[in-house]
Structures are given as structure tokens and as C-alpha cells.
């Protein structure tokens, strides 16, 4: 069981930091326009991020194992048709299908655990699938990159194939059904409709923005997305059975730390997705030297994320989580200083190195914090609500940023302002952490005494 929730996750954490970096070799095969491309990534962020709560709640109905099945098999089928894609339109239209893959099996692999261990146990074969994840997430760029570059950007997709067979044997050979039996009978299909539509029409609007065409159909596009993104929130709060439980935001840490994660993670999503573009078009990178050139912060976090993940418990959320986002805005300064020459050592390795220190100060105490603000019996819940803002940050990120990077006349220039709107973005949320977290180890009674009586 723990091989296939390992191998499962591993697709898909592969598949996230890979693709990134065979973006402008297929860019350039495909003879796609910049918003062509970013559909490429944001198809598969859309789904992903609308549905993740919904694939969760449908493994907890009707079965974690058979709900996994269904959403590695979906993965792997739309990974294929990616791998023969004959256009563009074919590509992002499969990368969407792999976002719906994604929002079923990403949930099951933590629940398929959760199910199967208890105690002690359960701690050790998160840790063991939390360990892979990053190293699965780390060898992404070199993976894809090398792929692209020996091979085709095809092989990047084709990579799960295999991957896939692997997993769906174990798991109806081995691995045992299992249910919530107190779970809603009722989908939220309501709400994950509005979530769909809002964040398509939102990115949609942000993407043709991107091209220098503040049309009336695409401002008209975002303030049509915002508004259904509000009817979501409101529609969320009175239908009986919610796929995301409103009432949790009632608890001060935990509404904090999801704000905190949008600012951060959409300035980590939006401007990580620029780097390859840089490197390869910019400073004539190999594919394979640009996916290692992510390594110092990936590196860096994988490193100092055990010591890390135990900070709150000695010093409280506040501290780790400011400085780590005062390091990542520092980095990502760093990424807007070098020019179109210089070494590596000497220009993009110190500005990798710096936010992967600020990711190992805000990754895990940011996990650990959700988890310890809301009562042990809706922890998953919480989870999967930080883990949709964080995606759906990243989701308009790219976006955002990306209007930044076209509008400028240069591509270096544009690239430099993105890095410096990242910035900001991560100052904002340390701002948000000095002030919305209290000092201290002590754990906030009063927000505990809302929650219960809101619930």
C-alpha cells in the first residue's frame, strides 16, 4: 500500500516540477504563443485546484482505493495523449484531463495511509511518503530536463506510464478497500462547478491580458470569474454538505496561514514557472542544466525541513513563518539581479540557494500550523483546504506575473519585474505572519472556543 501511495504521489510530483522545464523546447516545436503556453501548465492548475477537495470527499463516499484507481488510470491515459499530442489545442485540452486525474488520486494517497496505519506507525509512513515526495519533486527538473534534451519533451509524459502500471497492480493486488462510513451521501457538485467556473474565467481573462490586450472581453472574463468565486464562498456557506467547510475559517490560525499560503505560494507558483524560460532562451541553458539549476532550492528545503517541521513546537508559527518569507523575497530579489551573462555560482545558484532556506522555514512549520489549529477530527479537511488555496495560488500566480513578463519590451526585462512582483508578494505575507500570529507556543483557547461554537 505504501509503495502505491508512494508511486502515485511521484507521478504527479514528477510531472509538476518536469514539464517546467521542457516548456520552451515545446514551445518552440509546437510554435505556440506565450498564453498557448501557459495554458499548458494552467489547464492542469485549474482542474487540480477546483476539484482536489471534491476527489477527496468522493475517496471518503465511495471507496479511497477505487477513487485512486480511477484518478491514476485517467493520469496515465491523459499522459499518454499528452506524449501524442499533435498540436497545442490537443496538448492543453490532455493536460486538463491530467488535472482531473490528479484531483482524484492526490488526495487518496494520503487517505489510503491514514486508513492503513495508526499511531506511531502512521507517523512513520507519512514521514517515509513525505521524504519521497521531495525527492520525487527534486528529481523532476533534471528528469524532464534530460528527457528533453536526449529525447523529446514527449518522454516526459510517457515517463508515467510505466509508473502508472505499476501502481494500479499493487493496488488490486494488495491493497484493501476502505470508506468513511460517517461521510455526506450528498457531492458538492454545486460548488465545485462555481469553483471550475470562477478560476477558468478568471485565468482565461488574466491569460489574454498576458498577449497586451486589455480587450473588454477579458477584463469582462475576471470580474465575471471574481464575482463567481464570491457566489462559490456564499454557496459554500449554506448548502448542507460544503466540499469546503466554511466554518474552519472561524479559527484565527488557521484563516491566517491559508491567507499566508495564497501570497506565498502564488508568488513561489508564478515566478518558479519563469525560470526555465530564462535560463534556455536567455542565458542558452541546456534543458538539463536548467532542471539542475533548480536543485539549491529544492536541495535546500529537503535538508532542513525535519529540523524545521518542529520550530512551532518550540517557538510558535510566528517566527518561522516570518522569516522564511522575508528569505524568499530575498531570493526571488536575487533571481531579478543577474544580467544576460555571468557563471552560475555566481548569479542564479545564490538566488536558488536563499529561497530554498526561506521554503525550509515556511514549508513545514506552514503544514504544521494548519494541522494544530483546528480539532484532530477535521485535520484532513484543513489540509485539503490549505493544499486548494496553495494550488489555486499558484494557479493565478503564473498569471499574474505573466502579465508582467509581457508587457515589458524585453524578455530579461520582464523576467526581472516578475521576479521583483514576487517579492513583494512574499513581504506581503511575511507582513501578514508578524501580524496575524501570535508570539509564543501557546495555543489560541479562544479561536478553539469559536470553532466549537460556530460548529
Given at each position: ?38 495554458w499548458v501548465i494552467e489547464g ?70 491514514s486508513a492503513a496505519y495508526s ?81 477558468g474565467l478568471t485565468v482565461y ?251
Amino acid at each position: 500500500m505504501l509503495v502505491a501511495a508512494i508511486l502515485g504521489s511521484a507521478m504527479s510530483f514528477i510531472d509538476s516540477t518536469a514539464v517546467n522545464v521542457s516548456l520552451p523546447v515545446l514551445q518552440r516545436e509546437l510554435h505556440t504563443t506565450p498564453g498557448q503556453t501557459q495554458w499548458v501548465i494552467e489547464g492542469y492548475a485549474l482542474f487540480l485546484s477546483a476539484l482536489i477537495l471534491l476527489g477527496g470527499a468522493l475517496g471518503d463516499l465511495y471507496g479511497r482505493r477505487l477513487v485512486f484507481g480511477i484518478g491514476i488510470a485517467l493520469f496515465a491515459a491523459a499522459s499518454l495523449a499528452c506524449a501524442l499530442a499533435p498540436n497545442v489545442g490537443w496538448l492543453i485540452a490532455a493536460r486538463c484531463a491530467q488535472g482531473v486525474g490528479g484531483a482524484l488520486s492526490t488526495p487518496g494517497s494520503l487517505s489510503l495511509i491514514s486508513a492503513a496505519y495508526s499511531g506511531e506507525a502512521r507517523g512513520r509512513a507519512i514521514g517515509l511518503w513525505s521524504g519521497f515526495s521531495a525527492l520525487t519533486s527534486a528529481a523532476g527538473p533534471i528528469i524532464g530536463g534530460w528527457l528533453t534534451q536526449s529525447f523529446s519533451w514527449r518522454y516526459v509524459f510517457v515517463i508515467n506510464l510505466p509508473i502508472a502500471a505499476i501502481v494500479l497492480l499493487i493496488l488490486f493486488l494488495h491493497v484493501p478497500e476502505s470508506r468513511d462510513d460517517t461521510a455526506v451521501r450528498r457531492i458538492d457538485v454545486g460548488g465545485a462547478t462555481l469553483a471550475t467556473l470562477g478560476l477558468g474565467l478568471t485565468v482565461y481573462g488574466l491569460i489574454d491580458m498576458n498577449a497586451g490586450r486589455f480587450s473588454p472581453s477579458a477584463v469582462a472574463a475576471v470580474v465575471i470569474g471574481l464575482a463567481v468565486l464570491g457566489a462559490f464562498v456564499l454557496f459554500e456557506r449554506r448548502v448542507p454538505d460544503p466540499m469546503m467547510r466554511c466554518d474552519l475559517f472561524a479559527v484565527r490560525n488557521f484563516s491566517v496561514s491559508n491567507v499566508y499560503t495564497f501570497f506565498l505560494y502564488a508568488a513561489l507558483g508564478g515566478s518558479l514557472y519563469f525560470v526555465p524560460f530564462v535560463l534556455i532562451n536567455v542565458h542558452h541553458y541546456t534543458p538539463t542544466a536548467a532542471g539542475a539549476a533548480l536543485l539549491p532550492f529544492i536541495v535546500s528545503m529537503v535538508a532542513a525541513s525535519r529540523w524545521s517541521g518542529g520550530l512551532v513546537g518550540r517557538v510558535g508559527p510566528r517566527l518561522p513563518l516570518l522569516f522564511g518569507a522575508i528569505l524568499a523575497g530575498l531570493g526571488f530579489a536575487a533571481y531579478a539581479v543577474p544580467g544576460s551573462g555571468g557563471s552560475y555560482w555566481t548569479t542564479f545558484f545564490p538566488a536558488a540557494t536563499i529561497l530554498g532556506l526561506g521554503g525550509a522555514l515556511f514549508v513545514a512549520p506552514l503544514t504544521t500550523t494548519v494541522m494544530n489549529s483546528v480539532p484532530v477530527e477535521h485535520a484532513g479537511v484543513a489540509s485539503g483546504i490549505n493544499n486548494a488555496v496553495a494550488r489555486t495560488a499558484g494557479l493565478i500566480g503564473v498569471t499574474l506575473l505573466g502579465v508582467v513578463v509581457t508587457a515589458a519590451s524585453d524578455y530579461l526585462y520582464g523576467f526581472r519585474g516578475a521576479m521583483l512582483g514576487a517579492a513583494l508578494l512574499a513581504f506581503a505575507a511575511a507582513a501578514i505572519a508578524a501580524k496575524g500570529f501570535a508570539g509564543g507556543r501557546r495555543r489560541d483557547t479562544h479561536d478553539e472556543v469559536v470553532f466549537r461554537a460556530g460548529a
